[in-house]
């Protein structure tokens, strides 16, 4: 086992799993705000016409704590899973990490985004609130792309 590995196994990687964590959690508290500024303000008027395929306000607070669970569990695999694809194709020498990290949120907002589309195949809801879920979930995401490339930055993950 060489110096490198050695030195993996003990310190140096239990700071960088304390910091794929942290930075996971600031992801999360993003994803949490994103939705409310999304749902909770700038389609707030959008909500309260369609109210009636909805539970009643009081109803919906209750799951509140939930959603923030939610919401924090997958800013953690979301980094987690950003940790990793960074290993596996790592920025080329002059590159820009901001551009790259992009596309690894377009998937992930992708992947999180289409099912959203699928809830106006078995609701009554109207067709426009999956489409705006749906591209909620691609900005949020893709955007979570650029958060993690500034807080990575090009160092080594």
């Not at 942290?22 to 707030?44: E, H, P, R, S, T």
């Not at 923030?68 to 080329?92: D, E, N």
């Amino acid at each position: 086992m060489n110096d490198d590995q050695t030195s993996c196994s003990t310190a140096k990687c239990g700071k960088k799993k304390w910091r794929t964590l942290m930075f996971g959690v600031v992801l999360g508290i993003y994803a949490q705000l994103f939705d409310f500024l999304v749902n909770g303000v700038l389609f707030a008027d959008l909500y309260k016409q369609n109210a009636a395929h909805f539970r009643p306000e009081q109803d919906m607070q209750v799951f509140i704590p939930y959603c923030i669970l939610y919401h924090l569990a997958m800013g953690i695999l979301v980094a987690k899973g950003y940790v990793k694809w960074r290993k596996k194709a790592p920025f080329p020498a002059g590159s820009c990490p901001i551009q790259k990290s992009l596309g690894y949120g377009m998937w992930v907002g992708l992947l999180l985004g289409i099912p959203q589309i699928m809830v106006a195949v078995w609701t009554t809801i109207p067709a426009m609130l999956p489409l705006i879920w749906f591209g909620g979930e691609l900005v949020k995401w893709t955007l979570s792309g650029v958060l993690l490339a500034k807080l990575y930055g090009k160092e080594t993950v």
